[in-house]
């Protein structure tokens, strides 16, 4: 499995977690990663991605909230998810996205379930 996600559980309105990305067989210096979460009856909704040159975007609703890293010798991409609302819930898969385009491999993803 190339992508393998970590890191969801259940937490609490307003609290945090750390989502993680462990990549096998390609090198994310390379490509575009992303985080997405999966709308039903829509497909994927993106959330944030990492540019080859270290920048990235957000979606409206979580700038200021999330943050996506990366870290090039673990081959490694990170979601840091604080301020966690209800409508945060949802499973969220890592993804590539090549060149930038519409990513064509994600991984299984990991479940976020925000509650009291």
């Known amino acids: 499995v190339p992508l393998v996600e970590s890191g969801g559980g259940v937490v609490q309105p307003g609290g945090s977690l750390r989502l993680s990305c462990v990549v096998f067989?390609?090198?994310?210096?390379?490509?575009?990663m992303a985080w997405a979460r999966q709308v039903p009856g829509k497909g994927f909704e993106l959330v944030a991605s990492?540019?080859?040159?270290?920048?990235?975007d957000y979606a409206d609703y979580v700038k200021g909230r999330f943050a996506i890293s990366k870290d090039k010798a673990k081959n490694t991409v990170y979601l840091q998810m604080n301020s966690l609302l209800r409508d945060d819930a949802d499973v969220y898969h890592c993804?590539?996205?090549?060149?930038?385009?519409?990513?064509?491999?994600w991984g299984q993803g990991t479940q976020v379930t925000v509650s009291r």
């Open positions: 993804m590539n996205r090549g060149n930038g385009g519409v990513a064509d491999l």
């Open positions: 067989g390609f090198n994310i210096s390379n490509e575009v």
């Open positions: 990492i540019y080859t040159n270290g920048s990235s």
